[in-house]
C-alpha cells in the first residue's frame, strides 16, 4: 500500500511516461510468456487457465474501486452474473445472422455498467456509509439471485433465449469474429485462452494507468479523508459514481467472457459464494495492486482446484476458512505482508552498517517564509480577476435536534482583511463555519457571498467558487505524503497538471515543509500539520478563507508566524478566524465579532471589547 | 370489500411484518449495540431451526425444542463471540468477512451433516375461519412472538443493570472502561442475547418454511435492509422499517409474486436511503 502511495507520489510527468514503459512491457513479456506457455500445454490446459485469466479480471474490478476508491462492494460477482446473462441473450439473439460475438460483449459492458450507476446513484447521492454499501450491494445480489431462479417458466425470454430458471442458460455462442464482408471465426481454446490473457493485462496497465492520473490520485484521497477531498472542492460523489461505473462494466466484461467460456450461465453467479470469492481473491493477493488480483485467484483456485479434487463439497469451508485466517493473521494480504517482511529483513541489514543522519529534525527549522512568495502572487491574481465578494449569512439557524447552535444570526464580513470570531466553548462558532462552507445544511436563513445565494449549495461547489476553511481538527491526508497533500488541494482549483506540479512546489518553499515532502503528512508535528492544511486551504486560491483554531497546538514562535501569514492572507482574500488564543487575536488586530450561545453578541475593535465587563462574564460563565 | 375479506388481508398483512420483525431484531441488537455487521445472522436463523427440528425428531414437545434451541443459538454465539469477534471490534470490514467466513462455513457443514434436503415438522396449532377464509392461528403466535420478543429486548435494555451498562459501553466504551465497567463481557452477552433472538426466529419459522441449510439467504437480505432502513435508535427502528417493507413486500406478493415482492422490499429500502441516509430514526439535520 505504501509503496503503491510512494510510487504515485513522485511522479513527475516523465517518470509517469516511464513507469508506463514498464508497466507495458511488464505486460508484454507475461503475455508472451502465456501464450507460448498456452500453445505448449494440452488444449484443453490452457481452455482452463481461461477460466483463471477471466477471474483475474473480475477481482481486477474490485482492486480498481475497493483498492482504490475505498468503496468495498459485494456485488462484483453479481454484475458478472448480469454480464454474462446479457452476453447470453444478445450473442443467441443476434450471432447467427452477424456471424460475430463481439457485440455482445459489448452489450455486456454497457448493460453491467449502466445497473452499477443505477445502483451507485442511489447509494453514492443518498450519502450511505460504506458499511451500507456493502449490505445494500449484497441485498441486491441475493434479489437477484431470487429472481432469476425463478425464471423457469417459458414466459421468461428474451426473443430466442429463455432466462432457463435454476437450469440456468445454455447453448451459449462462442467468442467469434468477422470483418465487414469476411467469413466468420470462432476463437479457438488457446486464441480464447490468450485473448482473455491479453485483455486481463490491458486492463490492469489500464488501471495503473488511471491511478497516476488525477482521477486515480483522487480516488485514493477519497478514501483516505472523504470530508477533506470534498472541502478543496472535488465532487466526491460523482467519482464514486464513475469509480463504481468503470467497475461495474470491468466486471460484466469479465462475464460475457465466462458465459462464451462455458457457453453456460446460471443464478447460482448471484448467491453469496461467487461474492464471497472475489473479495478473498484480493484479500489473498493484495486489495491495492494490480499484480493482486492475478496473484490471488492464482493461489486461491489452485488451492481449491488441488482441494476440490479430493472432495469438491468441502470447497466453501476452506473459502471461509481462508477469510477468517486472512481477517486474523494476514491483513492486507499476501504481497503487503511479503513485502513488509522483505523491508524489515532488508532494514535489520541495513542497521548493521552505521545509521544514516536523521532526516527528521524537529520543526525549528520550518518558518513561514515571511518575504513575498509566488503563492501570494496567484492568490492576488485568482482574486483580482474576481469582483468583490463579501460571504454573509442572513438569519441563519442551525438546530441540531433540540439544540440550537446557532441561533437567527445576520453577520457580513468586508471582502478582503481578517476579522475574528471568538466566543466561549459551545458558542456556536464551529458551526457557523459549518453552515458557511457548507458541511452542514442551515435549519433556516441563508448564505450569501458576492450577492449569490448559496444556501442550498454543496460543499464542494462553494469550495470552488472560492470558500476555503481549515477544520479545528486539522483535516488533511495523514496516511499520504505532505507533497501529495498540497498536489490533491492544488489540481482541485485550475483543473491542470502541470500548475499543480509547480504550485506544489512553490507551496512545499513557502510552508517551509521541503524535507518533509515524501513523509506522510501524520508524522508532522501538530503546528506543521495546522500549516499544511492551511497550505492545502490557500492552494485553493480562496477568496473567504476560514481559519478555526489555527494556532491549536504552537509554540508561541509559531503563534507569531502564523499571525504574519494570516495578515498576508487578508491583503487578497477575506479571512475569518475563530480564535481562543487572546494574545492572538489582539496581534492581529483585526475587528472582533462575539458569540454566545448561538447569538451574536456584540462587534467591535479588541480594544473597545476587552474593557466590556459582559464579555468576561460570558467567558467566565458569570451571568 | 367484504369485511372478512380485509380481515384476512390484514391478517396476512401482520403475519408478514411479525416474520420481518423476527428475523430483524436479533441482528438490530448486534449491528445497533456493538456495530458488528453479522453476516452469519441468516445461519444462526437457520442454526435456530435445525436445533428445533432436532428436537423435535427426537420426541421432544416443539414448544420445549423451540426455547432450548434459542438458548442453544445463544451459547453458540457466545462461543463465536469468544473466539472470533471479540478480536474484531472496530475493525468493521474485517467482522463482515469473518463472520461471511463463519456462515459460508456453517451453511456446508449442516448441508454435510443433514443434506440439503429435510423433512419439516407440523405447525403445532390448526386454524380458525373468518367468513369464507380459514387462517392459520400459528401466524397468530408469531405475532404475539415477535411482540413480546421485541418488548422484552426494550425492557432488558432499558431496565436492567445490563442493559444499562450495555448502552453505555455502546455509547463510550473507554468511559465505560475507566468506570469499572467490564465491557468485554458485555459485548460477550450483547452478542449471545442477539444470536438467541436469531435462534428464536428461526425455531418459529421452522414449521412454516423449508429447513435447509441455506434457508439463511432468505432472511439475511430482508433483515439487513430492515435493521439500516431503521436507523439508529434500533428497536423503534427495527419496528417502523418492519411495518413500512412488510407493507410493501405484501402488497408486490399479493398483486404479482414473491420474488417481486422481495425485490420491491430491496427497490422502497434503497429508495429510503437515498433520502434518509441515516434510516427513518436517524436526525435528519445532522448534515
Redesign the interface.
Known amino acids: 500500500m505504501m509503496a503503491q502511495l510512494a510510487r504515485l507520489a513522485g511522479s513527475g510527468a516523465s517518470s509517469a511516461r516511464s513507469s508506463l514503459g514498464t508497466d507495458l512491457s511488464v505486460a508484454g513479456l507475461a503475455l508472451v510468456a502465456v501464450a507460448i506457455l498456452g500453445n505448449t500445454v494440452e488444449e484443453f490446459t490452457a481452455f482452463e487457465w481461461s477460466l483463471w485469466a477471466i477471474q483475474a479480471i473480475l477481482a481486477l474490478s474490485l482492486v480498481l474501486i475497493w483498492g482504490y476508491g475505498g468503496i468495498f462492494s459485494f456485488g462484483q460477482a453479481a454484475l458478472y452474473g448480469i454480464g454474462g446473462y446479457t452476453y447470453g441473450f444478445w450473442a443467441i439473439n443476434f450471432a447467427d445472422n452477424t456471424g460475430e460475438s463481439l457485440t455482445a460483449v459489448v452489450a455486456a459492458v454497457v448493460v453491467g455498467a449502466a445497473f452499477a450507476a443505477l445502483l451507485g446513484y442511489f447509494m453514492f447521492y443518498g450519502n450511505v456509509t460504506n458499511v451500507y454499501v456493502a449490505i445494500i450491494t449484497l441485498a441486491t445480489s441475493l434479489v437477484l439471485f431470487a429472481f432469476v431462479n425463478s425464471t423457469s417458466g417459458s414466459e421468461y425470454r428474451i426473443g430466442d433465449a429463455p432466462f432457463g430458471g435454476y437450469n440456468g442458460m445454455t447453448r451459449i455462442p462462442r467468442l467469434t469474429w468477422r470483418l465487414p464482408g469476411g467469413a466468420s471465426h470462432e476463437l479457438t481454446r488457446v486464441q480464447f485462452f490468450v485473448v482473455c490473457v491479453a485483455a486481463g493485462l490491458l486492463i490492469a496497465v489500464g488501471i495503473r494507468i488511471l491511478s497516476r492520473r488525477p482521477f486515480g490520485r483522487i480516488a485514493v484521497a477519497m478514501q483516505h479523508n472523504e470530508l477533506r477531498t470534498e472541502l478543496s472542492g472535488y465532487n466526491v460523489r460523482a467519482h464514486k459514481l464513475a469509480l463504481f461505473t468503470i467497475g461495474g462494466g470491468i466486471a460484466a466484461f469479465a462475464g460475457a467472457l465466462f458465459a462464451a467460456w462455458g457457453r453456460f450461465i446460471s443464478p447460482p453467479i448471484f448467491s453469496l459464494t461467487p461474492a464471497a470469492l472475489v473479495v478473498i481473491w484480493i484479500l489473498v493477493g493484495s486489495r491495492s495492486s494490480v499484480a493482486g488480483a492475478f496473484i490471488g485467484v492464482l493461489i486461491v483456485e489452485g488451492l481449491s482446484s488441488w482441494a476440490g479434487g479430493a472432495d469438491g463439497n468441502n470447497e466453501p469451508i476452506v473459502l471461509g476458512a481462508i477469510l477468517i485466517f486472512i481477517v486474523l493473521f494476514l491483513p492486507g494480504g499476501v504481497i503487503a505482508n511479503a513485502a513488509r517482511a522483505w523491508a524489515l529483513a532488508s532494514r535489520q541489514a541495513a542497521n548493521r552498517q552505521p545509521a544514516p543522519p536523521n532526516s527528521q529534525e524537529p520543526a525549528q527549522a520550518s518558518q513561514i517564509q515571511p518575504t513575498a512568495s509566488p503563492v501570494l502572487d496567484w492568490m492576488a491574481e485568482a482574486n483580482g480577476e474576481r469582483s468583490n465578494s463579501p460571504i454573509a449569512t442572513r438569519m441563519v439557524t442551525k438546530r441540531f435536534g433540540g439544540l440550537t447552535a446557532v441561533d437567527n444570526v445576520t453577520l457580513e464580513f468586508p471582502s478582503t482583511g481578517v476579522s475574528c470570531l471568538i466566543g466561549p466553548n459551545g458558542a456556536g462558532k464551529s458551526t457557523l463555519f459549518g453552515l458557511l462552507s457548507g458541511q452542514y445544511s442551515v435549519t433556516d436563513g441563508q448564505v450569501l457571498l458576492d450577492e449569490q445565494n448559496l444556501t442550498k449549495w454543496p460543499a464542494f461547489q462553494r469550495a470552488r467558487q472560492g470558500i476555503g476553511v481549515k477544520l479545528q481538527v486539522a483535516s488533511i491526508y495523514k496516511e499520504l505524503s505532505v507533497r501529495e497533500n498540497l498536489w490533491l488541494a492544488c489540481f482541485a482549483m485550475p483543473h491542470n497538471r502541470e500548475t499543480a506540479d509547480v504550485r506544489t512546489e512553490q507551496l512545499l518553499e513557502w510552508l517551509r515543509l521541503g524535507e518533509h515532502a515524501r513523509n506522510p503528512a501524520g508524522l508532522l508535528s501538530h503546528g506543521q500539520q495546522q500549516w499544511l492544511e492551511i497550505g492545502m486551504v490557500v492552494a485553493t486560491s480562496p477568496c473567504v478563507v476560514l481559519l478555526d483554531e489555527p494556532t491549536a497546538g504552537m509554540t508561541r514562535e509559531e503563534t507569531r508566524q502564523t499571525g504574519e501569514l494570516v495578515s498576508q492572507l487578508g491583503e487578497w482574500a477575506s479571512v475569518i478566524v475563530v480564535e481562543h488564543d487572546m494574545e492572538f487575536v489582539r496581534q492581529l488586530g483585526a475587528p472582533v465579532t462575539v458569540l454566545h450561545r448561538g447569538r451574536l453578541f456584540t462587534q467591535g475593535s479588541f480594544d473597545e471589547l476587552s474593557g466590556d465587563e459582559r464579555i468576561l462574564d460570558i467567558y467566565l460563565g458569570r451571568e | 370489500m367484504a369485511l372478512d375479506r380485509l380481515f384476512n388481508l390484514g391478517f396476512d398483512l401482520f403475519s408478514g411484518i411479525a416474520i420481518l420483525l423476527l428475523v430483524s431484531i436479533g441482528l438490530a441488537v448486534i449491528f445497533g449495540m456493538r456495530g458488528i ?1 453479522n ?1 452469519a445472522h441468516g445461519e444462526f436463523i437457520m442454526l435456530g431451526a435445525f436445533a428445533t427440528l432436532s428436537g423435535v425428531r427426537s420426541g421432544m414437545n416443539v414448544w420445549l425444542a423451540m426455547l432450548i434451541a434459542a438458548a442453544a443459538v445463544g451459547v453458540f454465539g457466545i462461543v463465536l463471540e469468544r473466539l ?1 469477534i471479540r ?2 471490534y472496530g475493525r ?3 467482522t ?3 463472520t ?6 456453517l ?3 449442516v ?2 451433516h443433514y443434506g440439503s434436503v429435510t423433512e419439516g415438522i407440523r405447525v403445532p396449532v390448526g386454524s380458525f375461519t373468518v367468513g369464507e377464509f380459514s387462517m392459520s392461528a400459528y401466524n397468530l403466535i408469531l405475532m404475539g412472538a415477535a411482540a413480546a420478543l421485541t418488548t422484552s429486548t426494550f425492557i432488558v435494555m432499558r431496565k436492567t443493570k445490563y442493559g444499562l451498562l450495555a448502552r453505555a459501553a455502546t455509547q463510550s466504551p473507554t468511559m465505560a472502561q475507566e468506570l469499572g465497567v467490564n465491557t468485554s463481557l458485555i459485548n460477550m452477552w450483547t452478542f449471545g442475547l442477539g444470536s438467541a433472538l436469531a435462534g428464536a426466529a428461526g425455531a418459529l419459522l421452522a414449521p412454516l418454511v423449508g429447513v435447509i441449510p441455506t434457508m439463511g ?2 432472511y ?3 433483515s ?2 430492515t435493521v ?1 432502513v431503521g436507523g439508529p435508535s434500533f428497536i423503534a427502528g427495527t419496528v417502523s422499517a418492519s411495518g413500512l417493507l412488510g407493507l410493501v413486500e405484501n402488497v408486490a406478493t399479493n398483486r404479482f ?1 414473491p ?1 417481486i415482492g ?2 420491491m422490499l ?1 427497490i422502497a ?3 429510503i ?3 434518509m ?1 441515516q434510516g427513518l430514526t436517524g ?1 435528519r ?3
Open positions: 455487521i453476516l472470533l478480536r474484531l468493521l470490514f474485517d463482515m468477512l469473518a461471511w467466513g463463519v456462515s459460508l462455513i451453511v456446508q457443514a448441508d454435510n439467504h432468505t439475511v437480505a430482508r439487513f435492509m439500516i409474486t420474488v422481495q425485490a430491496l429500502a434503497i429508495v436511503l437515498r433520502f441516509p436526525r439535520d445532522t448534515r
